[in-house]
């Protein structure tokens, strides 16, 4: 039942579940005239990354445009209109201008994956392993929280980042997934 779980299309959090996959890279103008600009350049043969750094707006330009992988159904390009269209793309092709969410985008696919589902063979181990601690913790957690209050009760926190002062303050761990401090320097 973990394995199942965990490997469906339909669990946005499915570990053994990645679906189909592209990884493309975008130049995102304000204006109709520097979106048509950078588009003839590119027909003419210009550089994609050149023509990212040189008009786009977007936080990507300086990396030339590239975005991280996104995977379809699990980003915010639905609700932009984009999701159709980047996996409508193969690799190497290329749309745009399009005007969307008041800019002008040009959006080169650059590689696409298929959707894959790890083989509960591979993971069998670990499936068995984590369906343990989902059921431990099911059965444990008032207990837990009941020794985690008291727990924090005896501790004191000293901060010495400013910018978790606010998130931590009042509480009695640093926030989740919050980088190690330098190395020399405590929490």
């Not at 750094?53 to 996104?70: H, I, M």
Request: aromatic share 8%.
């Amino acid at each position: 039942q973990y394995y199942q779980a965990a490997a469906s299309p339909q669990n946005p959090r499915a570990l053994y579940y990645k679906p189909e996959a592209a990884q493309i890279a975008v130049i995102v103008t304000p204006s109709a005239a520097d979106s048509r600009k950078a588009a003839d350049a590119l027909t003419g043969g210009a550089d994609f990354g050149a023509m990212a750094r040189q008009y786009s707006k977007d936080n990507t330009a300086a990396q030339g445009g590239v975005l991280p992988w996104l995977e379809r159904n699990r980003t915010g390009l639905s609700k932009l209109g984009l999701e159709s269209v980047v996996f409508g793309m193969s690799p190497g092709e290329m749309r745009g201008p399009l005007h969307v969410g008041g800019a002008y985008w040009i959006i080169r696919c650059l590689d696409r994956r298929a959707a894959s589902t790890t083989p509960f063979e591979m993971v069998q181990d670990e499936c068995k392993t984590a369906a343990r601690l989902v059921k431990g913790l099911a059965l444990n957690s008032d207990r837990l929280k009941r020794e985690l209050t008291e727990f924090q009760k005896g501790v004191t926190i000293e901060v010495k980042w400013p910018q978790y002062h606010d998130a931590v303050e009042g509480q009695a761990a640093a926030p989740q997934g919050a980088p190690a401090p330098p190395a020399g320097s405590s929490r």
